[in-house]
Structure formats: C-alpha cells, structure tokens
C-alpha cells in the first residue's frame, strides 16, 4: 500500500453523534438531530451522489460524485437514532470506536462526560446492520506528540479489541480530534492500516482529510460543505479572519436548544 490517493478522491464527511442535545450540554456542536441527519442524506441522493462502503472506497470503485459517510467516537446514539436513518435511506456508513471505551462514556468532553458509548453488543448490531466498524485509538487520546506506549494501545491493542467483536480486520483509522504528527501517521502505516482519516488538511494516504458536519450546519451550509470548492474556501476564510463570521452571517445557523 503506497502513500498516494486515488487522482478523485470521494467527498468524505465526518459525523459524530446523532441525536438532540441541548447547546449547554453539547458545547463542541458533535450531535446531529436524526431528521437533520435524514434531511442531509436524503438531499445528497436526491442529488445524484453515490454513497461507498469503506471496501468499495478502498478500492477506488466509485463515479465522480461518491460519498463516504462517517461516524467518529462510537456513541450509543449511533445505534439509537443514527442507524434507523441509515437503514431507511439505505445508506453505508463506517464509525470509529474507541477499543478501551466501550460499554464507557465519552469523559473527554467538556460538556457531556457522562453521554454513553457503544457496548460490544452495540457494536455488533453496527456491523449486522452492514456498517464497518473501525478504530478511533482507544481512549480519545490525542496522537501528537504520543508515547511509543500511547502510540501501540491506540493503535495496535485497541485495533486487537475491535477486531474481535467486528470478527474482521481491522483496516481504517481515524485520529481522535483529527490530530496527528508524523510519528503518528508511521506508526499508523507500521501497525498495518491501510488508510487513515484525519479531518481538514491532507498529508497523504495516512491523513485523508474529512469535512465535519455538526449541529449548527443549515441546509446551505451543508450543500456548501459538499462543494469540491470547500477546502479552498475554507482555507481562505482561515486566512482572511473576518470573512468566516461574515459568511456565517450571510448563511446562518441552525437554532439550537
């Protein structure tokens, strides 16, 4: 497996959890209201895209206008409120648990320490419901700048843990917070992935950057987001630092509890 990516890379867009949580408790915007989510995904079919498997993904089988849905943390509500929306739209989707927290809850946030995560049995009705399961690390620990200890339990013994309720190999990574080094992405290579996902800059096939969609995405933000021209537009906005709270003006946001 070489560094490089297919010359038309698909859209890949990173959800985290699905479900309605209030802005007071929900302070990093990680929950999508399952009709929102439904609403998104429905107006990408409608629009001729093509959503992959992480196979088919891999193998680079797919027409210009593909889509990868993902799913990072391993939240219950994945389960709850995301899959029957999956199910109904026919959707694939590939989500990435955290190895050492399953059956835990999700204490590296802020706002929502105690907001449960996927038990192995919730894993298991992922993968029956035909999503592939794939590794996060294995406690939400950031990468940059990790110890060769941090490094292996993140990546080769939570890998371990995955694989054996998916019954499958263990293939994708994706960074917890979307952070990663060098270091981290050879010693992803080194532990045998195949690919990993960051979330906005690319640093080859070890760092495939995802566009991240959250509770405040409107409608236009979101077919704004799916725009090939979007990474350019973000990175001008990160450049000029008045032109992102004029956008979010001229657009809006989503009203949020």
Known sequence: MTGALPVRSPLVLMYHGVGTRPARKDRDCLFVPPDTLHRQLRGLLDRGWTPLTLDRYLRGDFPRRSVLVTFDDGYLALVEEGLPVLREL?????????????????????????????????????????????????????????????????????????????????????????????????????????????????????????????????????????????????????AVPSLRPALHTLIGRAHRP
Not at 126 to 134: F, H, I, R
């Open 90 to 238: 026919g959707i694939p989707a590939t989500a990435f648990v955290l190895g050492g927290m399953l059956g835990g809850t999700a204490t590296w946030t802020a706002g929502m320490p105690d907001e449960p995560l996927l038990d192995a049995q919730g894993v298991r009705a992922l993968v029956d419901a035909g999503l592939d399961v794939e590794c996060h690390g294995w406690d939400h620990s950031d990468l940059v700048n990790a110890t060769a200890g941090t490094l292996a339990r993140s990546l080769v013994d939570a890998a371990a843990v995955v694989a054996d309720l998916t019954g499958r190999r263990v293939r994708a990574f994706a960074y917890p917070y979307g952070r990663h080094d060098a270091a981290a992405r050879r010693a992803v290579a080194e532990a045998g992935y195949e690919i990993a996902f960051g979330v906005h800059e690319s640093a080859g096939r070890y760092a495939v950057p995802r566009v991240d969609i959250n509770a405040t995405e409107t409608d236009a933000t979101f077919r704004l987001k799916t725009l090939r021209s979007y990474p350019a537009l973000r990175r001008m906005a990160g």
